[in-house]
């Protein structure tokens, strides 16, 4: 546990069944020009309707950006921010999930031409803030509209990688589960098994303290407790509110603590065979949490109390912590996320490939309780190969 902490988040939250409507109001303040980042699906869709119809409401001139991919590289990432410094917009607004969000968030950075994506993959801190944002997160989720991060794809090193920067955190999220009440099911499982990455990996990390504790916790309750039918009932639209909210504050748990091993060997997964984020995630959750457990036991034992609500006290700390991780493997395989690189057909002989730039993430794996040498990593990436 840090003995020195803190903790940087927006400045103002709107949460509920119609936080959208209060973009009207949050925009009505002088605002000369928007761009509204988003993806051709999420425009398909109809998602940002309801935003454009306030927009145009409050007469304000805008411009959507919609070439988005998902999981952008930062070549991707640039041709949409040097898109949005030729529309000289003073506010942004972005409806999507993190692959739209992230992007936002490296426009609102990056209205000169001081520096550019690569730059910052370098240099993170050398960035100011120069256009503030609003975020309305459409998956539940990255938590992007919470943390200071933007992960891009590395393609020379077969690697996402994230920029991280306080100067990014949104100014304004919008939270309304009428973005999420639509989403397809992989991809509610796979982004909710990451917003349950963020949460379990937060409160387990070397960087844990009682503030990001207090999130990540209550994000690991509403997550495990509402992720099962906020993904297979299309009409439990308070579990998919109570996703929203747990995706947040896990998000809120990632910008006060860090995420782990699982996150750290993911990054090659997602970086090399572009598999979703989510996805890659969940094939590594359960194995990175069976070698981390003689190191974080009593953290999951305690996460047991908290979370399980018909959970049995009397239990052994070595009960609860198995408890937890069966629990965990188990919403895996309910909501049908593949556990093996086989569905994606890694080969085996990339295991060595994959072993150096695992390890490479240091910026996560120094959070991770147990040290986990290339000897464990490679063991790691047998099991799921
Ligand atoms: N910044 C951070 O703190 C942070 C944290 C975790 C992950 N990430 C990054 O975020 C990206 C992944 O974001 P994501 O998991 O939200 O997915 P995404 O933004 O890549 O979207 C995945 C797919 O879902 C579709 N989609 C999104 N919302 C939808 C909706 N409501 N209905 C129907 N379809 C919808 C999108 O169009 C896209 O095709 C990765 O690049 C990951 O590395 C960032
Ligand atoms: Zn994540």
Do not use: W
Not at 304 to 324: C, N, P, W
């Amino acid at each position: 546990m840090l003995t020195d902490y803190s903790l940087k988040m927006p400045k103002t939250i709107f949460a509920g069944e119609h936080a959208i409507e209060q973009l009207k109001p949050i925009i009505n303040s002088g605002i000369r020009k928007i761009v509204l980042f988003t993806d051709k699906s999420l425009l398909a869709l109809g998602l940002i309707d309801l935003p454009i119809q306030l927009i145009e409401e409050a007469g304000i001139e805008y411009t959507i950006l919609s070439d988005i991919p998902a999981e952008p590289n930062y070549h991707e990432a640039q041709a949409m921010v040097d898109a949005f410094k030729n529309e000289q917009a003073d506010f942004i607004v972005a409806v999507g999930g993190g692959s739209v969000m992230d992007v936002a968030k490296l426009a609102s950075i990056s209205a000169t031409d001081e520096y550019t994506i690569k730059d910052l993959l370098d240099d993170p801190l050398a960035a100011k803030k120069h256009v503030r944002s609003l975020m309305i997160p459409s998956t539940a989720g990255t938590g992007a509209e919470a943390t200071p991060n933007a992960i891009v794809g590395v393609p020379e090193k077969d690697l996402k990688i994230g920029i991280v920067n306080p100067e990014m955190i949104a100014d304004f999220v919008l939270l309304d589960g009428r973005m999420i009440k639509d989403l397809p099911k992989p991809i509610a499982a796979a982004t909710g098994v990451d917003a349950l990455c963020h949460a379990i990996e937060c409160f387990t990390s070397a960087k844990a303290n009682p503030i990001s504790d207090t999130f990540a916790l209550e994000a690991l309750d509403l997550i495990m407790n509402h992720i099962i039918e906020a993904c297979t009932n299309p009409e439990a639209l308070e579990a998919k509110r109570s996703m929203l909210l747990g995706s947040f504050y896990a998000g809120v748990a990632i910008t006060a603590s860090g995420t782990t091993a699982v996150h750290a060997l993911s990054y090659p997964l997602g970086g090399k065979y572009h598999i979703a984020h989510g996805v890659s995630n969940a094939i590594l959750l359960t194995p990175v949490m069976r070698f981390n457990e003689p190191a974080i036991k009593e953290l999951l034992a305690d996460a047991y109390d908290r979370v399980i609500h018909d959970g049995d006290q009397t239990l052994s700390i070595d009960e609860k912590s198995a408890f937890m991780i069966n629990r965990l493997e188990n919403i895996v395989r309910i909501l049908e996320i593949p556990t093996s690189l086989k569905t994606f057909r890694v080969p085996e002989e990339d295991l060595e490939g994959l072993v150096a730039a695992g390890m490479e993430v240091t910026r996560l794996l120094v959070n991770n309780k147990r040290e986990v040498t290339p000897e464990d990593a490679r063991a790691i990436y047998q099991q799921i190969l």
